[in-house]
């Protein structure tokens, strides 16, 4: 039996980072204003933890989606398995070599290619999408602040968000 609603405790789940950064910063300045020595030293540690989790649990939070959307992400030990009404997939996370965002699909998809095998493509708000920040978070190089942007921009288009090896030459200008 449970004393909170469904709804409440779906909305406490969604913002876990936030609260947790910010119960982590309440209980630092607590030993910050009321003790010394030591104590106030590790106020002081647990208030940079708490801007560093905030920091963190924002980042997810822009990335966390409804979750409502068609198909299962499962994300298993470098695996990332996309299960689909119509279509699916898996693709191992060391063998990504590109990763696209197609805002011309309804919901939009991320485009997940790996060498020799069709993209898999996975709606951004499927069930289990979330899972994916931390594997894009741990590609090698992969700017996170702009894939953020590109993922609450709008407009018909394709975007290449990480490629392993660039496709055009660093120094190479368009104009």
């Known amino acids: 039996m449970s004393f909170i609603r469904p709804e409440a405790r779906a909305a406490l789940w969604h913002w876990r980072e936030l609260i947790a950064a910010a119960a982590l910063a309440l209980f630092g300045l607590r030993l910050i204003l009321w003790s010394f020595g030591f104590w106030q030293v590790s106020g002081w540690a647990l208030l940079l933890v708490s801007v560093i989790v905030a920091i963190i649990g924002g980042q997810r939070l822009r990335f966390r989606l409804s979750g409502r959307g068609p198909g299962v992400v499962k994300v298993d030990e470098g695996q990332i398995a996309y299960f689909g009404p119509l279509t699916g997939g898996a693709v191992a996370a060391s063998e990504l070599e590109r990763l696209r965002l197609d805002h011309t699909a309804k919901p939009a998809h991320w485009l997940l290619e790996q060498p020799g095998q069709p993209p ?18 741990s590609l090698p190089g992969l700017k996170t602040e702009r894939m953020l942007e590109e993922l609450h921009r709008r407009g018909p288009h394709q975007v290449v968000i990480w490629e392993r090896a660039p496709s055009r030459d660093a120094h190479h200008r368009l104009h």
Do not use: C, W
């Open 120 to 137: 898999v493509a996975i709606p951004v708000n499927a069930t289990g999408a979330e899972g994916l920040f931390d594997v894009f978070a």
